[in-house]
């Protein structure tokens, strides 16, 4: 195994957000390699993306629940991040909230991507929350993940303004284009070692 710091990936869907942060990897803007993928989604495309990178691709069945892992679940996936010495969780459009034991393995080591300038919208389909509530900007927010749901210590932040002909779907895209360029810069930073976390602020070391 190589000394590189060394991301897994988890997602339930596209992947597009992975395939984002690979290509940075691919391109030398990510100082990073990517250990493992894993999703609780057989058929997601983010598994298909990383086989078609040759970079190992699990599906591991999520058990009994609809919104979070079940305890067997949790497990496989805290083995088999921990088989290839994860240094930093990435979530990429997994859809189930992470509880106790997983969070205790990777304490203030998992990032996620949320489709809204959070502390607004938390939850399901943010953009449309944000078009239903009449804001005139949204955007995506890359944050750590506590116990909270889209709680964390927010890492970055890209703003998407709201145009007046915007139906979801429209809204939905320009903050996916922005979520490809916000979380490939903060997964950047942090493998380089430029983030530090203090109480609720983080801080960029320029
Ligand atoms: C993104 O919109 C992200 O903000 C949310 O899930 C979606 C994942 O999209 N958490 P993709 O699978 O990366 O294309």
Redo the contacts with the bound molecule.
């Keep these: 195994m190589s000394n590189a710091f060394r991301l897994g990936v988890l997602?339930?869907?596209?992947?597009?957000?992975?395939v984002a942060i690979a290509d940075a990897i691919e391109s030398g803007k990510i100082p990073a390699e990517v250990g493992i993928v894993l999703s609780d989604v057989e058929s997601a495309?983010?598994l298909l993306h990383a086989r078609e990178r040759e970079i190992p691709a699990q599906f591991i069945p999520p058990g009994k629940f609809r919104t979070k892992l079940d305890e067997e679940a949790e497990r496989a996936f805290v083995s088999a991040l921990q088989s290839v010495k994860v240094d930093l969780i990435v979530?990429?459009?997994?859809m189930r909230v992470l509880k106790g034991d997983f969070l205790r393995a990777f304490e203030g080591r998992i990032v996620?991507?949320?489709?809204s300038l959070l502390p607004s919208f938390p939850g399901l389909e943010a953009w449309k929350q944000a078009l239903d509530h009449g804001v005139k900007v949204t955007g995506?927010t890359v944050h750590f993940v506590d116990a909270g749901v889209d709680a964390g210590p927010i890492i970055g932040q890209q703003t998407v303004p709201v145009l007046d002909n915007d139906t979801p779907e429209s809204l939905?895209a320009r903050?996916?284009a922005a979520?490809h360029e916000l979380y490939p810069k903060c997964v950047a930073a942090i493998a380089r070692g430029e983030i530090s976390v203090r109480g609720r602020r983080v801080i960029w070391k320029l």
Excluded: R
């Design positions: 997602g339930s869907g596209k992947g597009s957000n992975f495309g983010i979530l990429a459009g997994f996620n991507i949320h489709p995506c939905h903050i996916h979520e």
